[in-house]
């Protein structure tokens, strides 16, 4: 970069008195498709196993953000806080202990440097391979994907019957513990515009970039291990012991479900989804 | 040295009056003679750290005002340290403003986002110091970064410093000194006031431009007043600017007076200042709107975003020798105001209201500083001394609306902050050749912040406190193993501290710990510098000198204003190497040429540190008559510069000239900027922003540019009374 600068420099001074060319980043356009891969069976925290026949959820304008210069560790520089004493513990402890690592996708330290604008109604299960569209990714090295979910009309070719309308996601599903199988329907509505920010997504894209991103449903987070289902006692809900229940119902399930549904974790961007 | 100096300077001009003795404190006066063996040892000492660098005294016509005119400078204690005299200071082109005359410091870039009121951003040795964050600052030695502003941690307003009363420009680049503090990573910039000997007199000035600027300045500094220093000066301005929402206007007025000079008592000088402006924030253009005709080149977005600036300050300073021991005290307060309403993405952020911002920030602080230098034995002289501040700031930011509505209080701190500075070292001079000098600082910051949003929004408000301390150690040495040369090395650690707001970041997201955001606490930001650089003068009309430099940031912290979260960036190293050749063919004639190099690389990544430019190359010359004619050209060459996210900002080459002209009583001037009329980025920028709501919404980074002025002529008259 330093020589190509002192020779654009030299170039500049002695033939183009003036400016020289501005570069915008280099970009890519990659294909985004649903990635039913991510539906699996999943074990709650009660034990009960759930199995989802169809899961939609309405979103809008995917982002995808890199962590930048934001990322590692490495203290070098002896710092002082509060008094040498503290100061010295510190430094000797983040010699110690690993470093912690901003978190991608946050707004601090998570620049969005690609997108899929755009409105979807996305069948996680259904739609496996559907494609989204093309998405506009600058070339860099990506740590995580952003999106806002929206509420379903009619805009969104869901009519008025439908239990998805005006909700943000609707689950059908079995739950199974024991000898027990309760068939399950859910609606949760977000606030419109309400983000999910940080979901992972790991990719360097270069100029040559060809991958086909997966946008995938994560019932099991496979960091924690924790599930959306979390805290539903399934059984409990089937007050009339006919076998299915509607979630939404229960306030209390609601919130957990709405607050299950609003963490990163949940979802993922599989940059290899064309396989 | 200096009395040989003025030897020089007669016998050069023998009908030129006799010159005042050089009025650099650091200067042992001619009437304060050593009285005894030690004091004769400090002045050896003092002597050297004196000397000057060369014959350069010259004569002026004294029937049209100009007498001899010495130019005495200290010798250098680093390679990159440089003393930029009122001389120069008067014949450079481009003197709108001081933040115009950093331009005159080699290896600094400046960047203006906004119209002449609102501080420029700064780049030096590979820093993007962006308003003033990593480049400290002084008005006779009174601090100007503004530690906490709401718009910039660091921010630096220069425009109140009218031009014409700085005789001096000091540079120190690095943190290799122990008078350098908060902000001076990159280096530091002190602004001396005074009018030297040719120059005094009274006099009005009124300037027309090109802009519809009109300019009215009067200055009085009379002969006969005993001290070269002291001036009162008025300047009024007003300035359409070359583009949309580019005008501004100011008032602007200091005085710098010697109250009292006695042996018995020392010396009391005192500073006052007031300053009052306002000014148009055009931000920046999309490049793509440009090019396809949606805008013009000196278009903008808003013709309502504005800024308005205000400044008191008032400052005594108390210099006192006792035999061999010298004091220096300096007591100052300030207060300080600045509104922004700017615009930089459009609708992005809120596609019904907009995105734009009013910030608010207002001081009023109280200072002290205290040095003492005395001789402990031959050839050692101890250094020491401490400094205080205190600021009382309360500052906001709203989103509003296009008629300036509140639309989201996002900040609202009533904030009080001490810095306090203690520092203590040795210069060592064991021969005539040698020069050490060690020291160390220590620096403490201890801030308390009432959130009031916090308070009314989640009762948690605070107060919020937090204190840090910082030594820095601080060494350098300077060798001349031979007539001709000199040799030089340092080292130095240096230091930024973190904004009040850094204090009331928020203690989780989303639920999550802040523990795992690596910097989740405030602290100083340091740096490592160090330096290695060489000067040499075969001749007495040339000088060339040549520095290699490295700083190393580990822990830099970053305050995210948008999620209130503090981050650590990873860590960064610049590499780099300065190069300058003078040539001063005869008395009246100088000719300079400054390169810097700079590698400023993220280590891990390897990516480049947006923003600061690899390439800045100037070369300028400057004539200074006798038969009062001045004269200055100065071609800048920048080269392309990295930017975010992989974009690249254009280089430029830019020619100014200037020439003046003095004959009795009047004397014109003119100044010429971009003289090939060249359209030019000033500043360039890569980031999101929607301002046509008709095109598609994008969030991915877009470049912007501030274009910078075109071909502007600016025509002076100035009349001595």
Same mark, same amino acid.
């Given at each position: 970069?330093?020589?190509?600068?002192?020779?654009?420099?030299?170039?500049?001074?002695?033939?183009?008195?003036?400016?020289?060319?501005?570069?915008?980043?280099?970009?890519?356009?990659?294909?985004?498709?649903?990635?039913?891969?991510?539906?699996?069976?999943?074990?709650?925290?009660?034990?009960?196993?759930?199995?989802?026949?169809?899961?939609?959820?309405?979103?809008?304008?995917?982002?995808?953000?890199?962590?930048?210069?934001?990322?590692?560790?490495?203290?070098?520089?002896?710092?002082?806080?509060?008094?040498?004493?503290?100061?010295?513990?510190?430094?000797?402890?983040?010699?110690?202990?690993?470093?912690?690592?901003?978190?991608?996708?946050?707004?601090?330290?998570?620049?969005?440097?690609?997108?899929?604008?755009?409105?979807?109604?996305?069948?996680?299960?259904?739609?496996?391979?559907?494609?989204?569209?093309?998405?506009?990714?600058?070339?860099?090295?990506?740590?995580?994907?952003?999106?806002?979910?929206?509420?379903?009309?009619?805009?969104?070719?869901?009519?008025? &019957?439908?239990?998805?309308?005006?909700?943000?996601?609707?689950?059908?599903?079995?739950?199974?513990?024991?000898?027990?199988?309760?068939?399950?329907?859910?609606?949760?509505?977000?606030? &419109?515009?309400?983000?999910?920010?940080?979901?992972?997504?790991?990719?360097?894209?270069?100029?040559?970039?060809?991958?086909?991103?997966?946008?995938?449903?994560?019932?099991?987070?496979?960091? &924690?291990?924790?599930?959306?289902?979390?805290?539903?006692?399934?059984?409990?809900?089937? &007050?009339?012991?006919?076998?299915?229940?509607?979630?939404?119902?229960?306030?209390?399930?609601?919130?957990?479900?709405?607050?299950?549904?609003?963490?990163?974790?949940?979802?993922?961007?599989?940059?290899?989804?064309?396989? | 040295?200096?009395?040989?100096?003025?030897?020089?300077?007669?016998?050069?001009?023998?009908?030129?009056?006799?010159?005042?003795?050089?009025?650099?404190?650091?200067?042992?006066?001619?009437?304060?003679?050593?009285?005894?063996?030690?004091?004769?040892?400090?002045?050896?000492?003092?002597?050297?750290?004196?000397?000057?660098?060369?014959?350069?005294?010259?004569?002026?016509?004294?029937?049209?005002?100009?007498?001899?005119?010495?130019?005495?400078?200290?010798?250098?204690?680093?390679?990159?340290?440089?003393?930029?005299?009122?001389?120069?200071?008067?014949?450079?082109?481009?003197?709108?403003?001081?933040?115009?005359?950093?331009?005159?410091?080699?290896?600094?870039?400046?960047?203006?986002?906004?119209?002449?009121?609102?501080?420029? @951003?700064?780049?030096?040795?590979?820093?993007?110091?962006?308003?003033?964050?990593?480049?400290?600052?002084?008005?006779?030695?009174?601090?100007?970064?503004?530690?906490?502003?709401?718009?910039?941690?660091?921010?630096?307003?220069?425009?109140?410093?009218?031009?014409?009363?700085?005789?001096?420009?000091?540079?120190?680049?690095?943190?290799?000194?122990?008078?350098?503090?908060?902000?001076?990573?990159?280096?530091?910039?002190?602004?001396?006031?005074? $009018?030297?000997?040719?120059?005094?007199?009274?006099?009005?000035?009124?300037?027309?431009?090109?802009?519809?600027?009109?300019?009215?300045?009067?200055?009085?500094?009379?002969?006969?007043?005993?001290?070269?220093?002291?001036?009162?000066?008025?300047?009024?301005?007003?300035?359409?600017?070359?583009?949309?929402?580019?005008?501004?206007?100011?008032?602007?007025?200091?005085?710098?007076?010697?109250?009292?000079?006695?042996?018995?008592?020392?010396?009391?000088?005192?500073?006052?200042?007031?300053?009052?402006?306002?000014?148009?924030?055009?931000?920046?253009?999309?490049?793509?709107?440009?090019?396809?005709?949606?805008?013009?080149?000196?278009?903008?977005?808003?013709?309502?975003?504005?800024?308005?600036?205000?400044?008191?300050?008032?400052?005594?300073?108390? $210099?006192?020798?006792?035999?061999?021991?010298?004091?220096?005290?300096?007591?100052?307060?300030?207060?300080?105001?600045? @509104?922004?309403?700017?615009?930089?993405?459009?609708?992005?952020?809120?596609?019904?209201?907009?995105?734009?911002?009013?910030?608010?920030?207002?001081?009023?602080?109280?200072?002290?500083?205290?040095?003492?230098?005395?001789?402990?034995?031959?050839?050692? $002289?101890?250094?020491?001394?401490?400094?205080?501040?205190?600021?009382?700031?309360?500052?906001?930011?709203?989103?509003?609306?296009?008629?300036?509505?509140?639309?989201?209080?996002?900040?609202?701190?009533?904030?009080?902050?001490?810095?306090?500075?203690?520092?203590?070292?040795?210069?060592?001079?064991?021969?005539?050749?040698?020069?050490?000098?060690?020291?160390?600082?220590?620096?403490?910051?201890?801030?308390?912040?009432?959130?009031?949003?916090?308070?009314?929004?989640?009762?948690?408000?605070?107060?919020?406190?937090?204190?840090?301390?910082?030594?820095?150690?601080?060494?350098?040495?300077?060798?001349?193993?031979?007539?001709?040369?000199?040799?030089?090395?340092?080292?130095?650690?240096?230091?930024?501290?973190?904004?009040?707001?850094?204090?009331?970041?928020?203690?989780?997201?989303?639920?999550?710990?802040?523990?795992?955001?690596?910097?989740?606490?405030?602290?100083?930001?340091?740096?490592?510098?160090?330096?290695?650089?060489?000067?040499?003068?075969?001749?007495?009309?040339?000088?060339?000198?040549?520095?290699?430099?490295?700083?190393?940031?580990?822990?830099?912290?970053?305050?995210?204003?948008?999620?209130?979260?503090?981050?650590?960036?990873?860590?960064?190293?610049?590499?780099?190497?300065?190069?300058?050749?003078?040539?001063?063919?005869?008395?009246?004639?100088?000719?300079?040429?400054?390169?810097?190099?700079?590698?400023?690389?993220?280590?891990?990544?390897?990516?480049?540190?947006?923003?600061?430019?690899?390439?800045?190359?100037?070369?300028?010359?400057?004539?200074?008559?006798?038969?009062?004619?001045?004269?200055?050209?100065?071609?800048?060459?920048?080269?392309?510069?990295?930017?975010? @996210?992989?974009?690249?900002?254009?280089?430029?080459?830019?020619?100014?000239?200037?020439?003046?002209?003095?004959?009795?009583?009047? @004397?014109?001037?003119?100044?010429?900027?971009?003289?090939?009329?060249?359209?030019?980025?000033?500043?360039?920028?890569?980031?999101?922003?929607?301002?046509?709501?008709?095109?598609?919404?994008?969030?991915?980074?877009?470049?912007?540019?501030?274009?910078?002025?075109?071909?502007?002529?600016?025509?002076?008259?100035?009349?001595?009374?």
């Amino acid at each position: 970069m330093l020589t190509r600068a002192l020779a654009s420099s030299l170039t500049i001074a002695c033939l183009a008195p003036g400016c020289s060319g501005s570069q915008e980043a280099p970009r890519v356009t990659l294909a985004v498709v649903v990635d039913g891969r991510g539906i699996q069976e999943a074990t709650t925290d009660l034990g009960w196993r759930v199995q989802l026949a169809s899961c939609r959820t309405v979103i809008r304008d995917v982002e995808f953000t890199t962590a930048g210069e934001f990322h590692d560790g490495g203290t070098t520089a002896l710092l002082v806080r509060e008094g040498l004493g503290s100061s010295a513990l510190a430094w000797l402890s983040g010699a110690i202990v690993a470093n912690a690592r901003a978190h991608p996708g946050h707004a601090a330290g998570g620049d969005i440097i690609g997108e899929l604008p755009g409105r979807f109604v996305v069948d996680w299960c259904a739609d496996a391979g559907q494609s989204l569209g093309d998405a506009t990714l600058t070339v860099g090295d990506y740590n995580g994907a952003n999106f806002f979910f929206g509420l379903a009309g009619e805009n969104d070719g869901i009519e008025p &019957e439908d239990p998805l309308f005006g909700q943000t996601t609707e689950f059908v599903g079995t739950a199974v513990k024991d000898a027990q199988t309760v068939a399950f329907t859910a609606v949760v509505a977000q606030d &419109e515009g309400r983000e999910i920010v940080g979901a992972p997504f790991e990719l360097d894209v270069t100029t040559t970039s060809a991958n086909t991103l997966g946008l995938q449903l994560l019932p099991t987070d496979p960091f &924690e291990g924790d599930t959306v289902f979390d805290g539903v006692d399934f059984a409990a809900l089937d &007050e009339d012991g006919d076998g299915a229940v509607a979630l939404e119902l229960d306030e209390t399930t609601l919130n957990l479900l709405r607050r299950a549904l609003q963490d990163h974790d949940y979802y993922l961007v599989d940059p290899d989804a064309g396989g | 040295m200096v009395v040989a100096q003025a030897l020089l300077a007669l016998l050069l001009c023998a009908d030129a009056p006799a010159p005042a003795p050089a009025e650099d404190e650091r200067v042992l006066p001619a009437e304060d003679p050593p009285e005894n063996a030690l004091r004769e040892i400090a002045a050896r000492a003092l002597a050297e750290l004196t000397r000057a660098d060369g014959p350069v005294g010259e004569c002026h016509d004294d029937e049209r005002g100009y007498s001899t005119i010495v130019r005495s400078q200290r010798s250098p204690r680093t390679a990159s340290e440089e003393v930029i005299d009122a001389q120069t200071i008067s014949a450079t082109p481009r003197r709108r403003s001081a933040d115009d005359l950093l331009r005159l410091v080699p290896g600094v870039l400046l960047s203006q986002h906004g119209a002449e009121g609102k501080g420029s @951003q700064l780049f030096m040795r590979g820093f993007d110091a962006a308003h003033g964050t990593d480049v400290e600052v002084t008005l006779a030695g009174i601090p100007v970064n503004e530690l906490s502003n709401i718009h910039g941690q660091g921010y630096l307003d220069l425009n109140f410093i009218i031009p014409e009363v700085v005789r001096r420009i000091e540079v120190q680049k690095g943190p290799y000194q122990l008078e350098q503090g908060n902000f001076a990573n990159a280096g530091s910039i002190g602004f001396e006031l005074g $009018v030297p000997e040719p120059l005094r007199g009274t006099r009005v000035s009124y300037e027309l431009g090109s802009t519809i600027r009109h300019r009215a300045l009067l200055l009085h500094a009379p002969r006969v007043w005993p001290n070269k220093r002291s001036f009162m000066a008025v300047e009024a301005m007003h300035d359409r600017g070359f583009g949309q929402n580019r005008s501004a206007r100011r008032l602007s007025s200091m005085a710098q007076v010697q109250l009292h000079k006695s042996k018995q008592l020392g010396q009391f000088d005192l500073l006052v200042a007031g300053y009052l402006a306002d000014f148009g924030a055009p931000g920046a253009l999309r490049a793509d709107d440009v090019e396809t005709g949606e805008l013009g080149f000196y278009d903008a977005y808003r013709d309502d975003t504005r800024g308005a600036s205000l400044r008191g300050l008032v400052g005594l300073r108390h $210099v006192l020798r006792r035999g061999t021991t010298r004091v220096d005290q300096l007591a100052y307060g300030q207060y300080r105001y600045l @509104q922004l309403v700017e615009d930089f993405t459009g609708y992005l952020l809120d596609p019904v209201d907009g995105d734009r911002r009013l910030q608010k920030h207002e001081f009023g602080g109280v200072g002290y500083r205290f040095r003492v230098t005395r001789p402990l034995t031959e050839g050692l $002289v101890l250094v020491a001394g401490f400094n205080w501040q205190f600021d009382r700031v309360d500052q906001l930011e709203h989103q509003v609306d296009a008629e300036h509505r509140t639309v989201d209080e996002r900040w609202d701190l009533d904030i009080a902050q001490h810095q306090l500075a203690a520092l203590a070292g040795l210069r060592w001079l064991p021969a005539d050749w040698a020069l050490i000098e060690a020291g160390v600082r220590a620096d403490m910051f201890y801030y308390w912040v009432v959130d009031v949003l916090g308070a009314l929004e989640r009762g948690a408000g605070g107060p919020f406190k937090d204190a840090m301390i910082l030594p820095s150690p601080r060494l350098l040495t300077r060798f001349r193993p031979a007539e001709r040369w000199s040799i030089f090395t340092a080292y130095g650690r240096g230091l930024r501290a973190p904004e009040a707001r850094a204090v009331v970041a928020q203690a989780s997201s989303e639920g999550e710990s802040v523990d795992q955001y690596r910097g989740g606490e405030p602290r100083i930001t340091t740096s490592d510098a160090v330096e290695l650089g060489a000067r040499w003068e075969p001749h007495e009309v040339v000088s060339t000198g040549a520095s290699a430099f490295g700083t190393w940031i580990g822990n830099e912290l970053v305050f995210d204003h948008v999620s209130g979260i503090n981050l650590e960036r990873s860590r960064t190293r610049r590499l780099g190497g300065e190069l300058d050749v003078r040539v001063r063919p005869a008395p009246w004639v100088e000719l300079r040429t400054d390169l810097t190099l700079v590698h400023a690389r993220f280590v891990e990544s390897g990516a480049s540190v947006p923003g600061a430019p690899p390439v800045l190359w100037t070369t300028s010359g400057y004539l200074f008559h006798r038969a009062g004619v001045r004269a200055g050209a100065r071609l800048v060459v920048l080269g392309p510069r990295p930017l975010p @996210q992989g974009a690249r900002a254009s280089g430029y080459a830019l020619l100014d000239l200037s020439a003046g002209y003095r004959v009795g009583r009047l @004397q014109l001037d003119l100044q010429v900027d971009n003289v090939l009329n060249r359209r030019w980025k000033e500043g360039e920028y890569n980031y999101a922003s929607w301002f046509n709501r008709d095109d598609p919404r994008s969030a991915i980074p877009a470049l912007h540019f501030a274009a910078g002025p075109p071909l502007t002529v600016r025509l002076g008259a100035t009349l001595w009374l």
